[in-house]
């Protein structure tokens, strides 16, 4: 299954960037969507979650109030508004379909994974 992720790209501190992701819908059409991080030398980190009608939005504290996660059912597409970028938002961003309706924080509850996507804030 092949998650196509975009978006991505260098950015000033304190600037906006949004990332999209698209799925086959027989993929993700009834699963949650989330997505995740990771920076040069960490861990993936979770970033933020979306259920399968678009409700019960959840952040990793990192970003609450600066990222916004939805999604467009009728185009099969996950999308993730980024502000006020910080450096340390520097990451590969990745989405990736989870295994249940619901969305989750864990890793291990996604299924399908995006090749994932460059951001770059620049201080």
């Known amino acids: 299954v092949q998650l196509q992720a975009s978006g991505g790209g260098l950015v000033q501190a304190g600037g906006s960037l949004g990332l999209s992701c698209t799925c086959p819908?027989?993929?993700?059409?009834?699963?949650?969507l989330g997505w995740f991080r990771q920076a040069p030398g960490k861990e993936r980190e979770f970033v933020a979650s979306?259920?399968?009608?678009?409700?019960?939005?959840n952040y990793a504290d990192s970003v609450k109030g600066r990222f916004t996660i939805s999604r467009d059912s009728a185009k099969n597409t996950a999308y993730l508004q980024m502000g006020s970028l910080k450096p340390e938002d520097t990451a590969v961003y990745y989405c990736?379909?989870?295994?249940?309706?619901?969305?989750?924080?864990?890793?291990?509850?996604?299924?399908?994974w995006g090749q994932g996507t460059l951001v770059t804030v620049s201080s």
């Open positions: 990736a379909v989870a295994r249940f309706p619901a969305g989750s924080s864990r890793a291990e509850n996604y299924r399908y």
């Open positions: 979306i259920d399968w009608r678009g409700g019960s939005p």
């Open positions: 819908k027989r993929t993700c059409s009834n699963n949650g």
